[in-house]
């Protein structure tokens, strides 16, 4: 999309030296994890995390008091991203796999294990645990993201965040289109 548009784009160092040449944006503006960037009205920190990737990234936004956070491709939860999602007002939230369609999908016992892993993917399970343990007492709207196409459905993960629907809005994100609009208000 950078190219295409021709604006820069934001990404650490390390991601963008793994970048595959013909995905290499034209330009890049390097940012650092742990280093908050502004870019106009909006505060953007850049959350180092756990997964196997070149310096990868997540992101809390932050407006007036505002605060939205994008909390996909995670191994496990470290102490950084624990603290961020703690001040998020609204959030995208992994929940890749169920562990028993992983189990019994398709995948074979390498892969399994790499999205199982420290540096993988969060299931169900676990992200249900990381929002329950750590979720801001102001959050209003968590979205249910990056599920897996052959190790998770919709129901699924809806299913295993059903004790948390009294504290706030759980949606589940569509892998083919934009989702629904949702106001946050200020706290």
């Known amino acids: 999309m950078g190219k295409k548009l021709d604006i820069p784009v934001y990404m650490t160092e390390g991601t963008f030296k793994a ?3 013909s995905w290499k944006p034209i330009s890049y503006l390097a940012i650092q994890n742990n280093v908050p960037v502004t870019v106009g009205a909006f505060t953007i920190f850049p959350i180092g995390k756990n ?3 070149a310096e990868p990234t997540s992101f809390r936004v932050v407006h007036q008091v505002t ?3 994008v909390f996909t491709d995670i191994g496990s939860p470290c102490d950084n991203v624990k ?3 703690n001040q ?3 959030l995208f939230l992994e929940t890749n796999y169920d562990e028993q369609m ?12 790499r999205i199982e892993s420290e540096v993988g993917h969060l299931s169900n399970t676990q992200a249900y645990e990381l929002l329950r343990e750590h979720a801001h007492p102001l959050l209003q709207c968590v979205f249910l993201s990056h599920l897996s196409k052959e190790n998770n459905k919709p129901e699924l993960a809806l ?4 004790l948390l629907e009294a504290k706030f809005l ?3 994100t569509d892998r083919y289109a934009a989702s629904e609009l949702y106001t946050v208000l200020s706290s």
């Open 170 to 172: 759980v949606k589940v």
């Open 159 to 162: 299913n295993e965040f059903r």
């Open 102 to 113: 992983l189990k019994e999908g398709p995948y074979p016992f390498y892969l399994k294990a």
């Open 51 to 53: 997964h196997d990737a």
């Open 19 to 21: 970048s595959f040449h």
């Open 88 to 90: 998020c007002h609204a």
């Open 83 to 85: 603290y961020h999602l």
């Open 67 to 69: 605060s939205v956070g």
